[in-house]
């Protein structure tokens, strides 16, 4: 079975700094997509980026990239120039391809934003 | 374009009862996916409904089911409720093709007394 480790429960940052999010999985696919999450206080979960494992290319989106190693298995978040909105619960997960939508998901970690 | 709406957004329910909850997709999404979210278990999979049909299905007892109607709108159901099952259930919907994301709902959170 897939597992999703992240080993870090909780990070801070300051305000327009940047930080990085860890994140290893296992599997024994060599097709699969891999996503972080993101979960406010409204408790609403937001995607925030995607990554195909065909892909070498790491993913990009705005402030967020993602530095993927496929052979380290590891999928870490870089958020850059954080802002106070940032602060959230961050979920790394994992789906095959052929599955359709079921998600395994990382424990999270619980980002904070200090001015 | 709505996004997912699950309803109701509270609810609390006795020990021994059973519950229904409901999950209206994205406007021309036919996959609906299940997760309950706990502190201890984190977030696990319940199910996965296509176009009526269970495609999916995560490590639950019986007493966890699903449905979906032709308008791809779901409801999960939990019969012979106990305390551990006090949760946030968070419903996806999917266009259900390969690769395509998963949207969320802003979750029911369940309290068992």
């Known amino acids: 079975a897939q597992t999703v480790t992240q080993s870090q429960p909780e990070m801070s940052v300051q305000e327009a700094e940047t930080v990085t999010l860890s994140c290893t999985y296992d599997?024994?696919?060599?097709?699969?997509?891999l996503f972080w999450y993101k979960q406010p206080p409204s408790r609403q979960m937001i995607l925030v980026i995607r990554?195909?494992?065909?892909?070498?290319q790491n993913a990009t989106e705005n402030r967020f990239s993602v530095n993927f190693q496929k052979a380290a298995k590891s999928f870490s978040l870089k958020i850059s120039d954080s802002q106070l909105g940032d602060a959230a619960m961050y979920f790394c997960?994992?789906?095959?391809?052929?599955?359709?939508?079921?998600?395994?998901f990382g424990t999270g970690t619980r980002l904070q934003v200090t001015l | 374009k709505a996004g997912v709406t699950q309803t109701p957004r509270y609810l609390i329910k006795t020990r021994g009862q059973q519950v229904t909850l409901s999950c209206s997709p994205i406007s021309g999404h036919r996959s609906v996916s299940w997760y309950q979210q706990t502190p201890g278990q984190g977030l696990q999979f319940l199910f996965e409904?296509?176009?009526?049909?269970?495609?999916n299905k995560g490590n639950f007892p019986g007493r966890f089911s699903g449905r979906q109607f032709s308008n791809s709108r779901s409801e999960m159901n939990v019969s012979t409720l106990e305390l551990g099952d006090s949760a946030l259930y968070l419903c996806a919907s999917s266009a259900g093709g390969f690769g395509t994301e998963a949207f969320f709902g802003q979750g029911t959170r369940l309290t068992v007394v």
């Open positions: 990554q195909e494992a065909y892909k070498q």
């Open positions: 997960a994992y789906r095959e391809t052929g599955t359709a939508s079921k998600l395994t």
């Open positions: 599997t024994s696919e060599s097709d699969y997509y």
């Open positions: 409904y296509f176009s009526e049909t269970q495609r």
